[in-house]
């Protein structure tokens, strides 16, 4: 965030000084800070040395087999994704082996860039065009999912274009839409835990991803009892979290001019039956440079 370490990153880059895995992970730190990062998440550099230089990097969604196979293909030295290779709290038998073994060091920013000021809830409600966001709630002292305005309020049938040209996923609704849509909640990801905090702030809608069976009932609950209606959108685990490889890459390639950013945006792990969602197969995109 300070002028000291962009004024350093800005001369080391005019000094021709070759960016070091350690440079990148310092800026991702600085726009995703580990503070933001919950108990026990994998964030920050899970493989790799610090000091080995970077002249190009691949930003992914999900550190999988195909997203390192993609990597080694594109010549990245570097990969950058979302979601960490194990869940908050443990590493298995191996799991480190297993990621050196696939030679390629690995950053990742998982729940520090869902809740930083500017991270995935921000763009999810910058994208559903909210007003005056601010944090749904405090969760282990972090700013967890977001709330905001619709102005003026929109019809469902109007606001539900937007969720679907910033999700491109399959969308499911669970409980009583509102006729108006004037505040909602949301948060990237899976959020379904935060339902209850969504209908006490008065959201008429919460938009997240993942939502479980019950999960979906507690709403026909909690909807029977409101007027106006309540309802959450399930808009994708992908859906509400794929422009962290778009945003994240923009930024490295304005920090870092000089490194070659290249985005693998992998297709869904599942699609309807009948193949109604052909246009995601996997695909390499590039900036900078
Ligand atoms: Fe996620």
Same mark, same amino acid.
């Given at each position: 965030?300070?002028?000291?370490?962009?004024?350093? /990153?800005?001369?080391?880059?005019?000094?021709?000084?070759?960016?070091?895995?350690?440079?990148?992970?310092?800026?991702?730190?600085?726009?995703? *800070?580990?503070?933001?990062?919950?108990?026990?998440?994998?964030?920050?550099?899970?493989?790799?040395?610090?000091?080995?230089?970077?002249?190009?990097?691949?930003?992914?969604?999900?550190?999988?087999?195909?997203?390192?196979?993609?990597?080694?293909?594109?010549?990245?030295?570097?990969?950058?994704?979302?979601?960490?290779?194990?869940?908050?709290?443990? @590493?298995?038998?191996?799991?480190?082996?297993?990621?050196?073994?696939?030679?390629?060091?690995? @950053?990742?920013?998982?729940?520090?860039?869902?809740?930083?000021?500017?991270?995935?809830?921000?763009?999810?409600?910058?994208?559903?065009?909210?007003? /005056?966001?601010?944090? +749904?709630m405090q969760w282990q002292?972090l700013?967890v999912?977001?709330?905001?305005?619709?102005?003026?309020?929109?019809?469902?049938?109007?606001?539900?274009?937007? @969720?679907?040209? #910033?999700?491109?996923? +399959?969308? /499911?609704? #669970?409980?009583?839409?509102?006729?108006?849509?004037?505040?909602?909640?949301?948060?990237?990801?899976?959020?379904?835990?935060?339902?209850?905090?969504?209908?006490?702030?008065?959201?008429?809608?919460?938009?997240?991803?993942? @939502?479980?069976?019950?999960?979906?009932?507690?709403?026909?609950?909690?909807?029977?009892?409101?007027?106006?209606?309540?309802?959450?959108?399930? &808009?994708?685990?992908?859906?509400?979290?794929?422009?962290?490889?778009? &945003?994240?890459?923009?930024?490295?390639?304005?920090?870092?001019?000089?490194?070659?950013?290249?985005?693998?945006?992998?297709?869904?792990?599942?699609? *309807?039956?009948?193949? &109604?969602? #052909?246009?995601?197969?996997?695909?390499?995109?590039? #900036?900078?440079?």
């Amino acid at each position: 965030m300070g002028e000291g370490r962009e004024g350093r /990153r800005r001369r080391k880059l005019r000094s021709g000084k070759s960016i070091s895995v350690g440079d990148v992970l310092e800026f991702l730190n600085e726009i995703y *800070p580990p503070s933001f990062a919950m108990e026990g998440d994998h964030c920050g550099l899970l493989c790799g040395r610090r000091r080995v230089p970077v002249g190009s990097i691949l930003v992914v969604l999900d550190p999988d087999r195909r997203a390192f196979a993609e990597a080694r293909s594109a010549g990245a030295d570097l990969l950058i994704s979302h979601h960490p290779p194990w869940a908050p709290g443990r @590493i298995p038998p191996g799991g480190r082996t297993r990621l050196r073994a696939e030679r390629v060091p690995l @950053i990742t920013a998982h729940t520090n860039a869902d809740f930083a000021p500017g991270g995935l809830c921000d763009l999810l409600a910058e994208d559903l065009g909210l007003e /005056r966001i601010r944090p +749904l709630m405090q969760w282990q002292g972090l700013p967890v999912g977001r709330v905001g305005l619709v102005r003026p309020p929109r019809s469902w049938r109007l606001f539900r274009g937007r @969720i679907e040209r #910033s999700s491109d996923d +399959l969308l /499911r609704v #669970s409980g009583v839409l509102p006729a108006k849509v004037g505040k909602v909640a949301l948060c990237s990801g899976a959020g379904g835990d935060l339902i209850p905090a969504a209908f006490k702030a008065g959201a008429d809608l919460f938009v997240t991803g993942d @939502i479980k069976y019950h999960s979906a009932r507690s709403v026909l609950e909690l909807a029977r009892g409101r007027r106006k209606g309540f309802a959450v959108v399930d &808009a994708g685990h992908f859906g509400t979290e794929k422009r962290f490889i778009e &945003a994240t890459a923009k930024r490295l390639a304005r920090a870092f001019p000089g490194l070659r950013i290249r985005r693998w945006v992998d297709r869904r792990p599942f699609e *309807p039956l009948g193949g &109604a969602w #052909s246009r995601c197969r996997g695909r390499r995109e590039e #900036s900078g440079r």
